[in-house]
């Protein structure tokens, strides 16, 4: 349910939460980050709190969405301890220069992988190519392990830590990254959050009715809610995947129901209407560090 409130009291409400949140967090910072990089830590925390605790407060309500943001800080923490000295450089000159990617001489690239250089090892050998265009910006369209056959160009995700082996292994990414850097490049990657695959371990959990991943995707059990959505809803591939749901046989403990399908009938949407849900990303991150 959401839940509206005036901005002041957005803030207000903010305020107290990092107000009882911040000492923990400082002295758990300074423990795992050091001094100097707790004061960057907690510098960040209070300028981009309220945009982190207004919507899941909002959506979640009091308790849960002050229990939410806890847990997210305390990965978002996590992260910055195995982050690698290379790229905690990178995050003090972006917080100098904010906005980095908005400036006029950022110039971004998009590609798919296997169409620009075949394999991810491939890749530094052509930053040459885009040094020469200017570029200072790399995107690459979805790259992570997709499900078998179909899967709308890589955006049905079986695994969010594996690159389509078609294209390589996480550490050709990684290796990529790092030469990408050395020639002042950025790299972006897409991380789809909206849904996963059929067959992706979320969702398989999901319907073997195994507690920890309970609420993780949306299934119901007639045509009568679907059908109001549907009234509503605009379809992504009218032609192609017609409608918003699928009925999967085995949803609802194998009495089956209608699975929220947005895209394709086997990229399956994943539920962020519960607290559960979020909490469950928060115990298994798409991608660590």
């Known amino acids: ?3 509206p409130r005036p901005d002041s009291e957005r803030r207000r409400r903010a305020g107290a939460s990092l107000h009882r949140l911040r000492p923990v967090i400082a002295q758990q910072a300074e423990e795992h980050l050091g001094r100097a990089q707790a004061v960057g830590f907690l510098a960040r925390l209070d300028l981009w709190f309220l945009d982190l605790h207004g919507p899941l407060e909002t959506l979640y309500g009091d308790d849960d969405g002050d229990e939410l943001v806890g847990r997210l800080v305390r990965l978002a923490l996590a992260a910055a301890a195995q982050r690698p000295a290379e790229l905690r450089e990178v995050d003090r000159r972006r917080e100098v220069e904010p906005r980095w990617y908005q400036e006029p001489r950022t110039i971004g690239y998009v ?22 265009l200017g570029v200072s910006y790399l995107h690459l369209m979805p790259l992570l392990r997709p499900r078998p056959g179909e899967n709308d160009g890589g955006y049905a995700v079986l695994d969010y830590r594996a690159v389509d082996p078609r294209v390589g292994t996480m550490d050709d990414l990684e290796s990529a990254a790092e030469a990408l850097r050395e020639r002042g490049m ?40 679907p059908d109001a959505y549907e009234a509503t809803i605009s379809d992504v591939f009218p032609d192609r995947a017609p409608g918003s749901f699928s009925w999967v046989d085995a949803a609802n403990g194998g009495r089956g129901g209608w699975v929220w399908t947005t895209f394709f009938g086997y ?14 990303d928060a115990r298994h991150p798409p991608l660590a560090g």
């Open 1 to 3: 349910m959401i839940t």
């Open 111 to 132: 590609a798919y992988t296997d169409r620009f250089c075949g394999t991810v090892d491939a890749l530094p050998k052509r930053l040459d190519y885009l040094a020469e």
């Open 186 to 225: 950025s790299l972006c990657v897409d991380l789809v959050l909206n849904h996963t695959a059929r067959e992706h371990a979320w969702a398989q959990g999901w319907l073997a009715d195994e507690p920890e991943y309970a609420d993780f995707y949306v299934a119901f059990p007639d045509w009568k809610m």
């Open 267 to 280: 990229q399956w949407d994943l539920n962020y209407s519960q607290p559960e849900r979020v909490r469950g």
